[in-house]
Protein backbone atom coordinates (compact mmCIF):
# COMPACT_ATOMS: atom_id res chain seq x y z
CA UNK A 1 0.00 0.00 0.00
CA UNK A 2 0.95 3.62 -0.32
CA UNK A 3 3.47 5.11 2.23
CA UNK A 4 3.15 8.51 0.94
CA UNK A 5 0.00 10.16 1.00
CA UNK A 6 -0.60 13.84 -1.04
CA UNK A 7 -3.67 15.54 -0.96
CA UNK A 8 -4.99 17.19 -2.98
CA UNK A 9 -4.81 14.87 -6.66
CA UNK A 10 -6.49 17.38 -8.69
CA UNK A 11 -7.19 21.17 -8.29
CA UNK A 12 -8.39 24.27 -10.36
CA UNK A 13 -8.97 27.29 -9.43
CA UNK A 14 -8.56 31.35 -10.20
CA UNK A 15 -5.89 33.55 -10.28
CA UNK A 16 -4.37 34.91 -7.14
CA UNK A 17 -5.68 32.07 -4.89
CA UNK A 18 -3.62 30.49 -2.51
CA UNK A 19 -3.28 26.71 -2.81
CA UNK A 20 -2.27 24.52 -0.40
CA UNK A 21 -0.94 21.10 -0.85
CA UNK A 22 -0.31 18.27 1.41
CA UNK A 23 2.11 15.42 1.96
CA UNK A 24 1.85 12.54 4.40
CA UNK A 25 4.42 9.89 5.56
CA UNK A 26 1.93 7.31 6.55
CA UNK A 27 4.55 4.80 7.79
CA UNK A 28 7.52 6.84 8.55
CA UNK A 29 8.50 9.86 10.89
CA UNK A 30 10.65 11.96 7.84
CA UNK A 31 12.83 14.35 8.91
CA UNK A 32 13.14 15.83 5.29
CA UNK A 33 10.85 15.53 2.57
CA UNK A 34 11.16 16.75 -0.92
CA UNK A 35 9.11 18.93 -3.09
CA UNK A 36 9.18 18.86 -6.77
CA UNK A 37 7.51 20.22 -9.69
CA UNK A 38 7.30 18.59 -13.56
CA UNK A 39 5.49 20.18 -16.55
CA UNK A 40 4.32 18.73 -18.97
CA UNK A 41 6.52 16.32 -21.14
CA UNK A 42 9.37 17.16 -19.10
CA UNK A 43 11.08 16.01 -16.20
CA UNK A 44 10.91 16.26 -12.40
CA UNK A 45 12.71 19.90 -11.09
CA UNK A 46 13.84 19.73 -7.20
CA UNK A 47 11.76 22.67 -5.66
CA UNK A 48 12.95 22.66 -2.05
CA UNK A 49 13.96 20.32 0.67
CA UNK A 50 11.88 20.27 3.86
CA UNK A 51 12.83 20.11 7.15
CA UNK A 52 10.99 19.18 10.20
CA UNK A 53 11.35 21.74 12.70
CA UNK A 54 13.56 24.37 10.92
CA UNK A 55 13.37 26.31 7.37
CA UNK A 56 13.31 24.78 4.20
CA UNK A 57 15.95 24.63 1.81
CA UNK A 58 15.17 26.07 -1.50
CA UNK A 59 16.65 25.74 -4.51
CA UNK A 60 18.40 27.90 -7.18
CA UNK A 61 15.58 30.36 -8.72
CA UNK A 62 12.90 28.84 -6.62
CA UNK A 63 11.54 31.79 -4.71
CA UNK A 64 10.34 30.68 -1.40
CA UNK A 65 7.94 33.66 -0.74
CA UNK A 66 6.04 32.24 -3.58
CA UNK A 67 6.22 28.61 -2.22
CA UNK A 68 6.01 28.56 1.13
CA UNK A 69 6.73 24.87 2.98
CA UNK A 70 6.45 24.22 6.57
CA UNK A 71 7.30 20.77 8.45
CA UNK A 72 5.89 21.64 11.43
CA UNK A 73 5.16 17.06 12.29
CA UNK A 74 7.24 14.63 11.31
CA UNK A 75 4.64 13.06 8.94
CA UNK A 76 3.37 16.24 7.10
CA UNK A 77 4.77 18.95 5.07
CA UNK A 78 2.86 21.41 3.42
CA UNK A 79 3.37 23.62 0.37
CA UNK A 80 1.60 26.46 -0.61
CA UNK A 81 1.68 28.30 -3.47
CA UNK A 82 0.71 31.89 -2.61
CA UNK A 83 -1.00 34.23 -5.26
CA UNK A 84 -0.93 31.38 -8.12
CA UNK A 85 -0.91 32.26 -11.46
CA UNK A 86 -1.63 30.65 -14.63
CA UNK A 87 2.32 30.18 -15.31
CA UNK A 88 2.07 27.95 -11.49
CA UNK A 89 0.31 25.87 -13.25
CA UNK A 90 2.37 22.30 -12.99
CA UNK A 91 2.34 18.80 -11.41
CA UNK A 92 3.81 19.06 -7.99
CA UNK A 93 5.53 16.23 -6.49
CA UNK A 94 6.27 14.94 -3.46
CA UNK A 95 8.95 12.28 -1.46
CA UNK A 96 9.50 10.94 1.53
CA UNK A 97 13.86 10.36 2.24
CA UNK A 98 13.78 7.12 4.29
CA UNK A 99 17.45 7.21 4.92
CA UNK A 100 20.66 7.32 3.36
CA UNK A 101 20.63 3.74 1.74
CA UNK A 102 17.03 3.90 0.88
CA UNK A 103 15.28 5.19 -1.69
CA UNK A 104 12.58 7.81 -1.77
CA UNK A 105 9.01 7.21 -1.83
CA UNK A 106 7.05 9.40 -3.70
CA UNK A 107 3.55 10.69 -3.72
CA UNK A 108 1.01 10.17 -6.20
CA UNK A 109 1.32 13.86 -7.14
CA UNK A 110 -0.83 17.28 -7.31
CA UNK A 111 -1.88 18.64 -10.80
CA UNK A 112 -2.67 22.23 -10.07
CA UNK A 113 -4.25 24.15 -12.63
CA UNK A 114 -4.36 28.12 -12.31
CA UNK A 115 -7.18 29.83 -14.33
CA UNK B 1 27.05 20.49 -10.23
CA UNK B 2 25.81 16.87 -10.68
CA UNK B 3 24.09 16.26 -14.22
CA UNK B 4 22.03 13.70 -15.35
CA UNK B 5 21.81 13.21 -19.23
CA UNK B 6 19.00 10.69 -21.11
CA UNK B 7 20.09 11.21 -24.83
CA UNK B 8 16.66 8.85 -25.73
CA UNK B 9 13.71 11.30 -25.84
CA UNK B 10 11.84 8.47 -27.21
CA UNK B 11 11.90 4.80 -28.16
CA UNK B 12 9.30 1.99 -29.28
CA UNK B 13 9.61 -1.54 -29.42
CA UNK B 14 7.25 -4.09 -30.30
CA UNK B 15 6.16 -6.61 -27.18
CA UNK B 16 8.54 -9.07 -25.53
CA UNK B 17 11.25 -7.65 -27.57
CA UNK B 18 14.76 -6.30 -25.19
CA UNK B 19 15.21 -2.50 -25.14
CA UNK B 20 17.91 -0.94 -23.62
CA UNK B 21 17.76 2.70 -22.12
CA UNK B 22 21.06 4.58 -22.14
CA UNK B 23 21.52 7.06 -19.28
CA UNK B 24 25.05 9.10 -18.43
CA UNK B 25 25.94 11.19 -15.29
CA UNK B 26 28.63 13.77 -14.66
CA UNK B 27 30.23 13.20 -11.21
CA UNK B 28 33.24 14.25 -8.72
CA UNK B 29 31.76 11.79 -6.12
CA UNK B 30 33.37 8.19 -5.66
CA UNK B 31 29.93 6.87 -3.85
CA UNK B 32 26.53 7.30 -4.79
CA UNK B 33 23.56 5.94 -5.98
CA UNK B 34 21.83 5.63 -9.20
CA UNK B 35 18.30 4.51 -9.44
CA UNK B 36 15.64 4.41 -13.23
CA UNK B 37 12.22 5.28 -11.43
CA UNK B 38 8.84 4.59 -14.26
CA UNK B 39 5.88 7.22 -14.89
CA UNK B 40 3.50 5.96 -16.12
CA UNK B 41 0.42 7.92 -17.38
CA UNK B 42 -0.98 7.80 -14.51
CA UNK B 43 2.38 10.23 -13.29
CA UNK B 44 3.05 8.07 -10.06
CA UNK B 45 6.66 7.81 -9.64
CA UNK B 46 7.62 3.76 -9.19
CA UNK B 47 11.31 3.12 -8.57
CA UNK B 48 12.20 0.29 -10.89
CA UNK B 49 16.12 -0.48 -9.81
CA UNK B 50 19.12 1.28 -7.95
CA UNK B 51 22.48 0.69 -7.77
CA UNK B 52 25.44 1.85 -5.21
CA UNK B 53 28.06 3.26 -6.86
CA UNK B 54 30.70 0.99 -4.44
CA UNK B 55 28.89 -2.00 -5.54
CA UNK B 56 30.53 -3.58 -9.11
CA UNK B 57 27.87 -6.16 -9.80
CA UNK B 58 24.83 -5.00 -11.75
CA UNK B 59 21.83 -4.91 -10.41
CA UNK B 60 18.54 -6.65 -11.29
CA UNK B 61 15.16 -7.27 -10.88
CA UNK B 62 13.23 -9.60 -12.66
CA UNK B 63 13.23 -8.33 -16.36
CA UNK B 64 15.16 -5.41 -15.26
CA UNK B 65 18.69 -4.99 -14.99
CA UNK B 66 21.31 -2.07 -15.38
CA UNK B 67 24.61 -2.27 -17.27
CA UNK B 68 26.58 -0.10 -14.75
CA UNK B 69 30.37 0.92 -15.49
CA UNK B 70 31.54 4.02 -13.48
CA UNK B 71 34.52 4.63 -15.16
CA UNK B 72 32.81 5.65 -18.18
CA UNK B 73 29.96 7.03 -15.99
CA UNK B 74 27.36 5.33 -17.86
CA UNK B 75 23.69 3.60 -16.06
CA UNK B 76 21.82 1.68 -18.79
CA UNK B 77 18.23 0.06 -17.89
CA UNK B 78 17.59 -3.01 -20.10
CA UNK B 79 14.30 -4.57 -20.01
CA UNK B 80 13.87 -7.69 -21.40
CA UNK B 81 11.03 -9.83 -22.40
CA UNK B 82 8.96 -6.18 -23.04
CA UNK B 83 5.25 -6.23 -21.96
CA UNK B 84 2.53 -3.31 -22.69
CA UNK B 85 2.68 -2.15 -18.94
CA UNK B 86 6.08 -0.85 -19.22
CA UNK B 87 4.59 1.56 -21.74
CA UNK B 88 5.90 4.70 -19.81
CA UNK B 89 8.23 7.50 -19.11
CA UNK B 90 11.92 6.36 -17.66
CA UNK B 91 14.32 8.48 -15.81
CA UNK B 92 17.58 7.85 -14.32
CA UNK B 93 18.22 9.67 -11.36
CA UNK B 94 21.35 9.89 -9.70
CA UNK B 95 21.76 11.28 -5.77
CA UNK B 96 25.10 12.09 -4.00
CA UNK B 97 25.24 10.72 -0.46
CA UNK B 98 27.72 13.50 0.66
CA UNK B 99 24.72 16.24 0.55
CA UNK B 100 22.87 15.15 3.32
CA UNK B 101 19.73 13.78 2.45
CA UNK B 102 19.11 12.40 -0.85
CA UNK B 103 18.50 14.92 -3.12
CA UNK B 104 17.90 13.70 -6.18
CA UNK B 105 18.80 14.91 -9.99
CA UNK B 106 16.92 13.53 -12.46
CA UNK B 107 17.45 12.87 -16.61
CA UNK B 108 15.06 14.48 -19.36
CA UNK B 109 13.91 11.03 -19.03
CA UNK B 110 12.77 8.64 -22.12
CA UNK B 111 9.30 7.51 -23.45
CA UNK B 112 8.76 4.14 -24.04
CA UNK B 113 6.29 2.87 -25.82
CA UNK B 114 5.52 -1.15 -26.21
CA UNK B 115 3.71 -2.07 -29.36
CA UNK B 116 1.42 -5.22 -29.19
Known amino acids: GAVVSQHPSWVICKSGTSVKIECRSLDFQATTMFWYRQFPKQSLMLMATSNEGSKATYEQGVEKDKFLINHASLTLSTLTVTSAHPEDSSFYICSVNRGQRQPQHFGDGTRLSIL | AQTVTQSQPEMSVQEAETVTLSCTYD???????LFWYKQPPSRQMILVIRQEAYKQQNATENRFSVNFQKAAKSFSLKISDSQLGDTAMYFCAFTPPKQGAQKLVFGQGTRLTINP
Open chain 2, 27 to 33: TSENNYY
